[in-house]
């Protein structure tokens, strides 16, 4: 698999930019009837959000997620799980400097 997908039966593709409108990912594969909610996919992104050491980057995004599709009443519903999370914080400016300088961690070089 080449790009943003992963998986073969369980697919798992995402999209967006860090200084785009938003983030997500689409996942497939998933039967029908399985619990799953925003609340439990937020959970997890809470464990990574910004702001939380000094090593990490000082940035103050909610990260809250948004389930678009594929879940009805707190259930899978076999289609394509879609989920979002918009980018309130997308000033590229800042990063104006550092433009050609390849940074560790970061793809700047790859698209």
């Known amino acids: 698999m080449t790009g943003n997908i992963c998986g073969e039966r369980f697919v798992v593709a995402t999209f967006?930019?860090?200084?785009?409108?938003?983030i997500g990912a689409v996942v497939d594969g998933c039967p029908a009837?399985?619990?799953?909610?925003?609340?439990?996919?937020?959970?997890?992104?809470?464990?990574?959000?910004?702001?939380?050491?000094?090593?990490?980057?000082?940035?103050?995004?909610?990260?809250?997620?948004?389930?678009?599709?594929?879940?009805?009443n707190g259930r899978t519903?076999?289609?394509?799980i879609m989920m979002i999370i918009m980018n309130s914080e997308k000033d590229s400016r800042p990063y104006e400097v550092l433009?050609?300088?390849?940074r560790p961690g970061h793809a700047d070089f790859t698209a």
């Open 33 to 72: 009837g399985l619990a799953l909610t925003e609340e439990d996919i937020q959970r997890d992104l809470d464990l990574r959000k910004p702001g939380q050491s000094i090593v990490t980057t000082q940035r103050r995004e909610e990260d809250v997620v948004e389930i678009m599709s594929g879940t009805f």
């Open 77 to 80: 519903t076999g289609a394509p």
């Open 99 to 102: 433009k050609d300088t390849p």
């Open 16 to 22: 967006g930019e860090s200084h785009g409108k938003c």
